[in-house]
């Protein structure tokens, strides 16, 4: 033992204060805090993933492209497949993003959104700056585009349908930012399929737009990782230069193979999940005392007249899990997930009891 190696000495003093990702494990309750997919995976997609897994002999190092996953991708969002990279989830790409464009210079993000942006814009070296949304939660462009326009700022985050707040920002919007940018505008559209109009068509226009994507919701594989971005191929090259040559695992990549070319079976489940949304939406909105904000996710954000840590613990001492949110513009905020229909009704159950309702 050497009494004198304090490892916390080695990493970079710019890094102080920042903390592990906390994910809270609990055993046995209703899991409402994570906008994962709710329902079990479709069987007969599983059966076809354990098929082709025994051809498969996990001896070689995977495809360093994803080549037959990129291919589903470009039949799924009409890109061509050198516009196309895939990750270990979209937190990955995030990374990649920050560490080929961010390190060195500013990074834009839209606070309250998804947390994962301000921590891997430190991790790569980079200078978040905020521009806060409004209290409606819509975008303040002018705001973004000021901020565009400092000679350091090499990339923008949007994200739309926006974690936490379910807005979703309108393209028009993100092509005003686009085109009074030089920095790259990336819109993590990782709730896309939930709702919100898609940016994908301004790909087409626009060589600075970044559009992000994710298995993790709507297509129910946030245990195998899988995400993936859309790009001006220009700037798929520069990413190729520095991410991992083999981030994505030949597993995770012949399941999201799969699950792309029966994508239509999750259309059933997307379209629950919609339904239930709307009826949770509304029962929550009239439980008197009890503001909700408007979504195009798969959760909902939401204020109590009672402290958000206390509905949050009491929820849970009931078997409940959902978000306590934290952060300016979150005062007092929880965020649910919708799950399945019946756990949905017991979250209302409960939450009205906790309210005395
Ligand atoms: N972007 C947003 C907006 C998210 O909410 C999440 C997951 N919470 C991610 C990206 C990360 O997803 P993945 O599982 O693909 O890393």
Known sequence: MNAAFDPAALVRPDLDGLVPYQVHVHHNVIKLDANENPYDFPVSIREEIWRELGNHTF???????????????????GVPAGGILAGNGSDELILTLLLTFGTGGRVVITPPTFSMYEVHARIAGARPVNVPRRQNF??????VIA???????????????????GNATPPEEVAEILKNSR???VVDEAYQEFGGESCIPLLKEYSNLVVLRTFSKAFGLAGLRVGYLLADPAVVQQLLRIKQPFNLNAFSQLAARTVMARREEFNRLIKLILQDREELYRELAALPG???????????????PLPAEQVYRELLAKGILIRNMHGPGLEQCLRVTVGKRDENRLFL????????L
Do not use: M, Q, W
């Open 59 to 77: 001896t070689r190092y995977p495809d360093p492209v994803a080549g037959d996953l990129v291919d589903r991708l470009s039949d799924y969002t």
């Open 183 to 185: 920095a790259l505008v």
């Open 138 to 143: 819509a975008l303040d462009v002018p705001g």
């Open 290 to 304: 009890v503001e909700v904000f408007p979504t195009a996710a798969n959760f909902i954000l939401f204020r109590t």
């Open 147 to 165: 901020a565009a326009r400092h000679p350091e700022t090499r990339v923008i985050f949007l994200c739309s349908p926006n974690n936490p707040t």
């Open 349 to 356: 159950e409960k939450l009205k009891t906790i309210l005395g």
